[in-house]
């Protein structure tokens, strides 16, 4: 069982940064893959970026080179930079996370088994 809380969020101006966290309590979270999905208005959840167990990162399309993941194990900490944020960005951001020894990063919700409550991002024009 793995506990997860976000933080972070807020109300930034477009170009401008966020870093989120996402702190997990339970059963180490070194064993785990940990991902952030987003929601936006009216939208579906959609995957934002995972890291796996071994390090390994993946990335929507839409936010490389702007997002980045990263992980203190040490802290069973998650976290994800975000910069050049834009408009579009604006969403629920949830961190998830999934028991895995392997080295497939899932990308997809019904992949992932514990979830936060999420932390609001809004980006202004």
């Known amino acids: 069982q793995v506990q997860l809380v976000e933080s972070g969020g807020g109300l930034v101006q477009a170009g401008g940064s966020l870093r989120l966290s996402c702190a997990a309590s339970?059963?180490?979270?070194?064993?785990?893959?940990i991902a952030w999905f987003r929601q936006g208005p009216g939208k579906e959840r959609e995957f934002v970026t995972a890291i796996n167990w071994n390090g390994n990162t993946k990335y929507a399309d839409s936010v490389k080179g702007r997002f980045t993941i990263s992980r203190d194990n040490a802290k069973n900490t998650v976290y994800l930079q975000m910069n050049s944020l834009k408009p579009e960005d604006t969403a629920v951001y949830y961190c998830a996370a999934v028991f895995s020894a392997r080295s497939y990063t899932p990308t997809y919700v019904h992949e992932y088994d514990y979830w936060g409550q999420g932390t609001q991002v809004t980006v202004s024009s």
């Open positions: 339970g059963r180490t979270a070194s064993s785990y893959a």
